[in-house]
């Protein structure tokens, strides 16, 4: 075995040269990686070896570039010379695939002349993730390979094709047995020289191509199809348009001339730099200063949830969905069948849903109306009314009845976890572990720390989101934690602007412009306006208890902020408008023109002032923490960062410019956070702020 640097060894078995990565943790294509992968095949090239093979250590093929050089100087040989260098060999090239083969890595073996890959193997080119396009030729070779409507679907999605599906669709040559890897693909390699296969060039097969030539019909549905989804991104229409030129441009180098213009643009742009700046921003999530990574955990092998409803049956489905056994308590039977029954619907409902899975997911939950089944649970969750004397008596009972160092959690969506774990003998164990509804769907996990969480629970909990796939932020105790509590700034404000002048759907416009899902008078709409409305107490002070008092209760009842078609599609509402107006005549004062930056700003410089106040007060434990909060829980645009990366872009100094000249004018609502002005003054930015280390527990 030669050693051709420090993660690229070349062997020969028999009469196959086996190049041998060994790059952790994923072999990404860094300078070093390039660098021993062309001196690896050069060598080979130039060796007695009849065929080659490519194959990688640790628990994945080549996942990728690496990130961290991206807007550095080239650095080594690039990773054309590496393809070209494939591409080119005079004798068979193998790429031998085993976990991932993603982005940069499936690019180069596609320049292999053939692969092979284990059952378990995944392949795709997700850079549209990270508001970019396959910028090695992946967008002229995939469709070449898969065929136009494949590639557009993969790459658009970023989804990672299994290696059954890449078989079916020519990404895969041949499926070897798991644990056989090496000999599969060096049997594969013998087979290509003994029956002289051709070196296949994917890059000269146009054959899938030409059946999409001439139909420009295929991209307009297609992106017709996919509007919404694609809606404020760059990066999908970027890669269609690759697409179009692998079909359209009269050869492969004037495609990959196109690819490469594309890929340039989106690169130096500002959503994939706030798009790269979030994929690093959810894994810094996962770092806890003061709970290091071998931290040990509780073992969770049984849960508990309290409450059959809405929350506490997504929350259920969590766990049952990654075989961990449930039990939910209820007070009443018909409430307990009704969660039952919404469960096994929402099973049922689920995209490529199939009855025994169905069955053995709800085998896992069973249903009780007795707390005492929570007694040998290693975690219990209450999904509860958000009203404190509940919880705390809910908390108190299970003091009780659970075992030593089970951990109980709260869903409270911003009550004081301090409070509710005062009425226990155990608040170390106690900790908020805040769901977003619908739970069974939604990403974001605010797990809060109490005062008196012990950091084991913390890494359980950390680890546990992981294990049932959310996304995981740490966070304080405060009203509202991070998320509503920033959320409350921009309802206020909101609310605000109606009243002196603004339409809902003005709001609402610009905020869906922005690039949110939707504005908050469509989303109170949507939840229902009459959610903690209560009709005895209500006098009309409020638009919201205006609309309510007449039945317009949001699209339930096809009217509320908007009218509603039987379709639920929504309109501006005379009925609305008029009310608004007659609010601002009784209070005095005219309705005026309203600006869509005013409105933009007002909604979203009072979020940023409130993250400042949140990282001073140690609630968060950096920035990039709250927006990941606000990307998975809220609807924030990806392409945007988050709240605090979108003020470090415009800078600290125009967002406390704008908050100065709003209090001016409007009062303390928008006074700046002294962490803003602090920052101002010292020439810095919100990602520069560390939060200072939290003192060790008590011996």
């Not at 089970?406 to 869903?411: G, Q, R, S, V």
Request: glycine letters at 10%; a neutral charge; aromatic letters at 6%.
């Amino acid at each position: 075995m030669a050693e051709i640097n420090s993660v690229t060894t070349l062997e020969t078995d028999g009469d196959v040269a086996v190049i041998t990565l060994n790059s952790p943790p994923v072999n990404a294509l860094s300078a070093n990686v390039r660098d021993g992968l062309y001196e690896g095949f050069k060598a080979a090239i130039a060796s007695d070896a009849k065929a080659i093979v490519l194959i990688c250590e640790g628990r994945t093929f080549i996942a990728g570039a690496d990130i961290t050089e991206f807007g550095g100087a080239q650095r080594g040989a690039s990773l054309f010379d590496v393809q070209n260098m494939m591409e080119n060999s005079p004798k068979p090239v193998v790429a031998a695939i085993h976990g991932t083969a993603l982005g940069g890595g499936l690019e180069v073996a596609l320049c292999a002349h053939y692969r092979v890959a284990v059952p378990s193997a995944r392949l795709g080119l997700p850079e549209v993730n990270l508001g970019l396009l396959p910028g090695a030729g992946g967008t002229q070779r995939l469709p070449r390979i898969a065929g136009v409507e494949k590639a557009l679907e993969m790459m658009t999605s970023g989804r990672h094709a299994p290696a059954k599906e890449a078989l079916e669709m020519g990404l895969v040559d041949e499926i070897v047995p798991e644990g056989q890897l090496k000999e599969g693909a060096v049997a594969f390699a013998r087979k290509a020289v003994a029956e002289n296969k051709p070196l296949v060039k994917v890059r000269e097969n146009n054959a899938k191509l030409e059946a999409a030539n001439g139909h420009p019909e295929i991209f307009a549905d297609f992106r017709k199809a996919n509007a919404r989804r694609f809606r404020g991104f760059l990066a999908p229409e970027y890669n269609i348009r690759c697409v179009e030129a692998a079909v359209n441009a009269p050869t492969f180098e004037e495609g990959l001339a196109t690819e490469r213009k594309l890929f340039a643009e989106l690169i130096s742009g500002p959503q994939s730099a706030a798009q790269r700046y979030y994929f690093f921003a959810e894994r810094q999530a996962q770092k806890i200063p003061d709970v290091p990574d071998d931290t040990p955990t509780r073992p969770i092998k049984k849960v508990g949830v309290l409450g059959a409803g809405t929350m506490g049956g997504g929350i259920s489905m969590n766990f049952a969905n990654v075989g961990i056994p449930v039990t939910i308590v209820e007070v009443k039977q018909e409430a307990l069948e009704r969660g039952l029954s919404t469960m096994r619907k929402n099973y049922e409902r689920s995209r490529g849903a199939r009855p025994e899975e169905t069955e053995k997911r709800m085998g896992l939950i069973s249903g009780s109306l007795d707390m005492n089944a929570f007694a040998d649970c290693d975690l219990v969750i209450e999904a509860v009314f958000e009203r404190m004397d509940i919880k705390k008596d809910v908390f108190q009972k299970l003091d009780a009845i659970c075992k030593p160092g089970a951990i109980l959690a709260t869903n409270t969506s911003g009550l004081n976890i301090d409070e509710i774990a005062s009425v226990t003998r155990r608040p170390q164990d106690v900790i908020g572990l805040h769901f977003f509804s619908p739970a069974n769907v939604m990403k974001l996990l605010e797990i809060v720390r109490a005062d008196k969480t012990a950091k084991d629970v913390i890494a359980t909990s950390m680890k546990l989101a992981k294990q049932i796939g959310k996304v995981a932020v740490l966070v304080g105790v405060c009203p509202g934690f991070v998320g509503n509590r920033i959320l409350a700034q921009r309802q206020r404000e909101a609310q605000k602007l109606v009243l002196e002048g603004a339409m809902p759907w003005d709001v609402d416009r610009v905020l869906y412009d922005f690039g949110f899902p939707m504005g908050p008078f469509a989303m109170s709409d949507l939840a229902g306006l009459d959610i903690g409305w209560v009709k005895e107490k209500s006098n009309g002070a409020t638009i919201r208890d205006v609309l309510c008092e007449m039945d317009r209760r949001g699209q339930k009842t096809r009217a509320g902020y908007y009218d509603y078609d039987e379709n639920r599609t929504a309109k501006p509402s005379p009925v609305t408008e008029k009310i608004i107006n007659d609010f601002i005549v009784k209070s005095g004062r005219n309705p005026r023109k309203i600006s869509d930056e005013e409105i933009l700003d007002r909604c979203i410089y009072p979020m940023i002032n409130e993250g400042a106040k949140i990282l001073e007060e140690g609630k968060a434990i950096r920035s990039s923490d709250i927006d990941v909060v606000w990307v998975n829980g809220y609807g924030w645009p990806v392409y945007r960062g988050g709240p605090m990366y979108y003020g470090d872009q415009f800078g600290p100094d125009k967002v406390l410019a704008r908050m100065q000249e709003f209090q001016s004018k409007m009062g303390e609502d928008f006074k700046p956070a002294a962490l803003l002005e602090r920052l101002v003054a010292e020439g810095k930015k919100f990602s520069d702020f560390k939060q200072q280390q939290r003192q060790p527990e008590p011996a």
